[in-house]
């Protein structure tokens, strides 16, 4: 089980830190994802990181923006969202994989219900 947290709401500008934490299972066995949607288009990637944290990947609309981490003694990944932009507001998911970091949605066996993050210009 997934569970998110730290959305909201901020100004433009502003900064956001969302949590995920996995239950159940062996944190440090998956590489982590995170996600996101609006309503009316398809969820897509933010970016991702290895199991061991050495590796990520970022979308290019939040790269240099947007940091991924992970903590395997808490069972917790990150997402640090800095400089946030109205057109960052989505539900943002994250996401459990066996396999790899590539930003393909069928890549991840696991995610969460999701959070909302709303920026206001």
């Known amino acids: 089980q997934l569970i998110e947290s730290g959305g909201g709401s901020v100004q433009a500008g502003g900064s956001l830190r969302l949590s995920c934490v996995l239950a159940?299972?062996?944190?440090?066995?998956?590489?982590m994802g995170w996600f996101r949607q609006v309503p009316g288009k398809d969820r897509e990637f933010v970016g991702s990181?290895?199991?061991?944290?050495?590796?990520?990947l970022y979308a290019d609309s939040v790269k240099g923006r947007f940091i991924i981490s992970r903590g395997n003694s808490r069972n917790t990944a990150y997402l640090q969202m800095n400089n946030l932009k109205p057109e960052d507001t989505a539900v943002y998911h994250c996401?459990?994989?066996?396999?790899?970091?590539?930003?393909?949605?069928?890549?991840?066996?696991?995610w969460g219900q999701g959070i909302q993050v709303n920026v206001s210009s």
């Open positions: 159940g299972r062996t944190f440090d066995s998956y590489a």
């Open positions: 990181i290895s199991f061991d944290g050495r590796s990520t």
């Open positions: 996401a459990a994989s066996a396999t790899s970091v590539k930003p393909y949605i069928t890549h991840y066996q696991h």
